[in-house]
């Protein structure tokens, strides 16, 4: 079953901000929120991810609000390689069958 | 980071055979590797969990004797496609944990494009 929400699409001009929502509000205490990217024909890169707090890395920045019942990935400055399908999956612990791919979000960066 | 290679990259080959795809960390050991596979236009679906040493567990609905996995070693992983057919091809995707602890992120490899004629 799919435990986040993201929009099917987004667009963003290149050199701006992309910000990409998701919701999980049926998450749970001890869930973490991870956000990977799939270029196409490519395996998914995982980009970060966080419990409560806000993460910033090299690549992005995730925002969880205080319910922890939705987040937002922000890439600061979109590049025409940042065109991908991101999704935002919960998951608790290490095994692989909680970690669902939802259908994502496919961000476009337009020049 | 950790890096996980998987080859080959693609291949094309004819109905009947079988085929075999790697999924190697180079950087890590993974007591835990994953195997997706993903049709186009569509999300990535958990094929099995494979253990170091142990055997694979495969999710619902994917058969076994048809995708046979082996996990030999900390850094190595396969996946062979028995008796392949068109239906088969699909893009087929691996992944590792790096560690046991509980917020690990997974590790993925390039994928392999895998075309039955």
């Known amino acids: 079953d799919a435990k986040t929400t993201q929009p099917p699409s987004m667009d963003c001009a290149e050199g701006r901000a992309a910000n990409l929502p998701c919701n999980h509000s049926t998450i749970s205490g001890n869930e973490y929120v991870y956000w990977y990217r799939q270029i196409h024909s490519q395996g998914p890169q995982y980009i970060i991810h966080?419990?409560?707090n806000n993460e910033t890395n090299e690549m992005a920045s995730l925002i969880i609000t205080e319910d922890r019942k939705s987040s937002t990935l922000i890439l600061p400055h979109a590049s025409l390689r940042d065109t991908a399908v991101y999704y935002c999956i919960v998951r608790v612990g290490t095994g692989a069958n909680n970690l669902f791919f939802g259908t994502g979000t496919r961000l476009t960066v337009i020049p | 980071g950790a890096v996980v290679s998987q080859h080959p990259s693609w291949v094309i080959c004819k109905s009947g055979t079988s085929v075999k795809i790697e999924c190697r960390s180079l950087?890590?050991?993974?007591?835990?590797m994953f195997w997706y596979r993903q049709f186009p236009k569509q999300s990535l679906m958990l094929m099995a969990t494979s253990n170091e040493g142990s055997k694979a567990t495969y999710e619902q609905g994917v058969e076994k004797d048809k995708f046979l996995i082996n996990h030999a070693s900390l850094t190595l992983s396969t996946l062979t496609v028995t008796s392949a057919h068109p239906e088969d091809s699909s893009f087929y995707i691996c992944s590792a944990l790096a560690a046991l602890e509980g917020n690990s992120p997974l590790h993925f490899g390039n994928g392999t494009r895998l075309t039955v004629t």
């Open positions: 950087d890590f050991q993974a007591t835990t």
């Open positions: 966080g419990l409560k």
